[in-house]
């Protein structure tokens, strides 16, 4: 059975859809990219409308995933959940990773990359940490692992970094306790014992108070507490 197109129409809503009319009645919308070939006269078979609605979810997937990964960098496998979470089959979604990937669109090599530059600049962690968020990404252990072969920075400067505006705070401390305070802020971001104690050493020789003035501020403090 034979149906004709009798109009094509832009969706007022989104004018990157038209809404195909049969027979003079609405029929289904499509993708300008799909609807390229059609216009009106032309008469569709059962078979053409189907395969016309199975390449317009295919490119509306496609379209979903490209503004999933141009709002900021995404992983291989993030993607896949978003468009499963979009209601979108296992095949379409297989098919739609495999074309971003072709295209380079999506690359868990340099998604890790920009992952640790921005934490290494903005929130500096430990290689450990790094490589535990991006295992929740998705990426997998050896793309991890060349990552931060590649990208991850000397972990000793990454804890000084990753502590200072810590030692700010605790400035006016007794070393004891700036010791301990910073040394735990800088466990919690995962380094280890061997490279948070030469780093709290040197932030404590660089941002604590000379003992007078940590004792002129305590005091500053309990008469504005107290």
Known sequence: MEREITAIKAQKRNQQRVSIYLNGEFAFGLSRFVAA?????????????????????YEVAFQKALQFINYRPRSVEETRRRLLKKGFSDEVVSTTLEKL???HWLDDLNFSRQWIENRNAFRPRSDRL?????????VADNVIAQALDKFGGDENELAYQAGIKKAKK???ETKFDFLKKVGDYLG??????????????RLWKEFALPEQERMGETEKWSENNG
Not at 39 to 55: C, H, M, V, Y
Not at 130 to 138: P, S, V
């Open 37 to 57: 070939w059609l216009e009106p006269g032309r008469k569709l078979t059962d078979a053409e409308i189907e395969k016309l609605q199975q390449d317009d979810t």
């Open 101 to 103: 990937l072709a295209n």
């Open 130 to 138: 790094l490589a535990h968020e991006l295992r929740l990404k998705g």
């Open 170 to 172: 605790c400035r006016y």
């Open 188 to 201: 919690r971001r995962g380094f280890h014992y061997g490279i948070i104690k030469p780093a709290v050493e």
